[in-house]
């Protein structure tokens, strides 16, 4: 198998190639882009191995991987860190099983304690599968009201209460207030903040293909998301709101207008993200009518001997977690990027 195919890595002159390989494999995901190499390496530093099987001169395969390594939780492979989705996407078993094999040696030769894959279907029977992750993607319509109509009596209720506050919606040029309330959220949620450089480093990197929405209540903040677009698909992937949000139905709101953005954007898959199953966020978006997918997190280990359990749910990190909700914004901001970057 392994004389058909030629192992090559990411560069500069080899990107575009990726990119149009990407956007022709029906199983690739914005998280397969060659961007993401950028990002990891300017935002965080970690050392990158973006690899891709080659026949003829066409790419068939395609793996994007980064190593992230610390004190505190471990030195990892994966595809991808800080992303949802990842795996492999190929054109056919044979080049899939050709980087599998690739990475397995690459994750031998580092030394790391696992290689992990994070994929949307389950690819290797012969390793551990960790299905604590579900995701939420649903078909929307061009026309509003069809989809008002389609979230459930309930929520739709909740949507409708957030119009009448009347909230304003703009696309948003620059990071501050978005930064402002995605860090307020993430720390009442007990986890450390991203640094602002990575949502700069995302914003110039992706271009129009990333955006950001925030709501306002009479020039005041009161939430905000980092959107991506990728084919006919959008995903919220970064979002948060102030105090005042939950008063308003502010992210209701917010994911509402969000919809109505991105269909006029020919956008047709709404793609709601991952949640750990039975969490709030997996409620919130079951209330809109989402199913949840399973995602099927596979580990090849090689000095671990057990999968990770890096999660806030895991009662080993409750002390971390509680001490981390009482820290006054700023002091949060200031700790949370030096903790954030290993947690891929």
Same mark, same amino acid.
């Given at each position: 198998?392994?004389?058909?195919?030629?192992? &090559?890595? /990411?560069?500069?002159?080899? +990107? %575009?190639?990726?990119? @149009?390989?990407?956007?022709?494999?029906? *199983?690739?995901?914005?998280?397969?882009?060659?961007?993401?190499?950028?990002?990891?390496?300017?935002?965080?530093?970690?050392?990158?191995?973006?690899?891709?099987?080659?026949?003829?001169?066409?790419?068939?395969?395609?793996?994007?991987?980064?190593?992230?390594?610390?004190?505190?939780?471990?030195?990892?492979?994966?595809?991808?860190?800080?992303c949802v989705y990842g795996g492999v996407a190929a054109n056919d078993q044979s080049?899939? &099983?050709? /980087?599998?094999?690739?990475? +397995? %040696?690459?994750?031998? @030769?580092?030394?790391?304690?696992?290689? *992990?894959?994070?994929?949307?279907?389950?690819?290797?029977?012969?390793?551990?599968?960790?299905?604590?992750?579900?995701?939420?993607?649903?078909?929307?319509?061009?026309?509003?009201?069809?989809?008002?109509?389609?979230?459930?009596?309930?929520?739709?209720?909740?949507?409708?209460?957030?119009?009448?506050?009347?909230?304003?919606?703009?696309?948003?040029?620059?990071?501050?207030?978005?930064?402002?309330?995605?860090?307020?959220?993430?720390?009442?949620?007990?986890?450390?903040?991203?640094?602002?450089?990575?949502?700069?480093?995302?914003?110039?990197?992706?271009?129009?293909?990333?955006?950001?929405?925030?709501?306002?209540?009479?020039?005041?903040?009161?939430?905000?998301?980092?959107?991506?677009?990728?084919?006919?698909?959008?995903?919220?992937?970064?979002?948060?709101?102030?105090?005042?949000?939950?008063?308003?139905?502010?992210?209701?709101?917010?994911?509402?207008?969000?919809?109505?953005?991105?269909?006029?954007?020919?956008?047709?898959?709404?793609?709601?993200?991952?949640?750990?199953?039975?969490?709030?966020?997996?409620?919130?978006?079951?209330?809109?009518?989402?199913?949840?997918?399973?995602?099927?997190?596979?580990?090849?280990?090689?000095?671990?001997?057990e999968m990770p359990d890096i999660n806030p749910m895991n009662p080993k990190y409750?002390?971390?977690?509680?001490?981390?909700?009482?820290?006054?914004?700023?002091?949060?901001?200031?700790?949370?990027?030096?903790?954030?970057?290993?947690?891929?």
């Open positions: 198998m392994s004389a058909e195919f030629t192992l &090559r890595y /990411l560069d500069q002159s080899s +990107c %575009d190639q990726w990119n @149009r390989f990407v956007e022709n494999c029906p *199983e690739a995901t914005f998280f397969h882009l060659s961007q993401w190499k950028k990002v990891i390496e300017r935002a965080f530093g970690h050392k990158t191995y973006f690899m891709f099987a080659e026949k003829n001169g066409e790419i068939q395969a395609v793996l994007p991987l980064a190593q992230v390594k610390s004190f505190l939780f471990g030195n990892a492979l994966t595809s991808s860190p800080f080049s899939r &099983r050709f /980087l599998e094999d690739q990475a +397995c %040696d690459l994750a031998d @030769r580092l030394k790391v304690d696992y290689l *992990e894959m994070r994929n949307i279907k389950r690819s290797r029977q012969d390793w551990p599968c960790k299905e604590l992750y579900v995701t939420f993607r649903k078909e929307i319509s061009a026309d509003e009201e069809e989809n008002l109509k389609a979230i459930p009596r309930k929520q739709r209720a909740v949507v409708r209460k957030g119009i009448k506050a009347d909230l304003q919606s703009d696309i948003d040029k620059d990071i501050d207030d978005f930064y402002t309330a995605y860090a307020t959220s993430v720390r009442n949620l007990g986890t450390p903040v991203f640094s602002k450089k990575y949502f700069k480093v995302l914003k110039e990197v992706f271009g129009s293909d990333c955006d950001i929405l925030t709501i306002r209540k009479e020039n005041k903040l009161i939430a905000s998301v980092m959107n991506f677009y990728f084919k006919d698909e959008v995903l919220p992937y970064y979002g948060g709101g102030t105090e005042e949000a939950r008063q308003v139905k502010g992210n209701d709101y917010m994911y509402w207008s969000l919809m109505c953005h991105a269909s006029q954007r020919d956008v047709r898959i709404f793609d709601y993200g991952r949640s750990k199953v039975g969490t709030g966020p997996y409620s919130f978006k079951k209330n809109w009518g989402f199913e949840p997918q399973p995602l099927f997190y596979e580990y090849h280990l090689v000095k671990a001997t409750n002390l971390m977690v509680n001490t981390w909700k009482k820290l006054p914004l700023g002091l949060s901001q200031f700790i949370g990027p030096m903790v954030s970057k290993y947690l891929g």
